[in-house]
């Protein structure tokens, strides 16, 4: 039986890693969606403040 005791402790070690690799990859998901989205929002501010320079600029 020292076998099958062997196997059940590679099994268990095998399945925490995998797990713990799912969970690393979701949190590199959320931080890669976190930092897209922040840097939409920059961009987008930065169009804004463009765009009212522009209409300040044209007169009436």
């Known amino acids: 039986m020292p076998n099958l005791s062997e196997i059940d402790l590679g099994s268990a070690l095998l399945s925490t890693f995998i797990l713990l690799g799912f969970i690393a990859t979701a949190f590199a998901f959320i931080k890669l969606t976190i930092i897209g989205i922040n ?9 804004k403040e463009e765009d009212k320079d522009k209409k ?5």
């Open 39 to 47: 840097y939409v929002k920059v961009n987008y501010l930065k169009q």
């Open 56 to 60: 300040k600029l044209k007169g009436f």
